[in-house]
């Protein structure tokens, strides 16, 4: 499918989007690629596949809430700036 400028200007005044002249032309050949790319869509094959209803309903796996130190301090704190044994140093900022 492919816009012309009356159509883009029609799209543009009802959307209240203020479009110049000058940006008509190169708006109305991005808008007509993508309906051609929407257009290539609808010739997809969907049969067999169902509907997706939403992400929401999908459940994640879980994993046991067990609370550890991650036993990596060294890796943790081997690029601070400033480290003080397994402690990040940083500056005082009450006196």
Do not use: C, H
Request: charged share 20%.
């Amino acid at each position: 499918m492919s816009l012309d400028r009356d159509t883009v200007a029609d799209i543009a005044r009802l959307a209240r989007i203020n479009v110049s002249d000058g940006e008509l032309d190169s708006l109305a050949g991005e808008l007509s690629q993508i309906l051609n790319w929407v257009e290539q869509l609808n010739s997809v094959d969907t049969k067999g596949v169902e509907p997706l209803v939403g992400v929401g309903t999908a459940m994640a796996p879980l994993r046991q809430d067990v609370v550890n130190d991650g036993g990596q301090a060294d890796a943790v704190v081997s690029n601070a700036p400033d480290a003080v044994g397994p402690y990040f140093g940083v500056p005082k900022v009450i006196e």
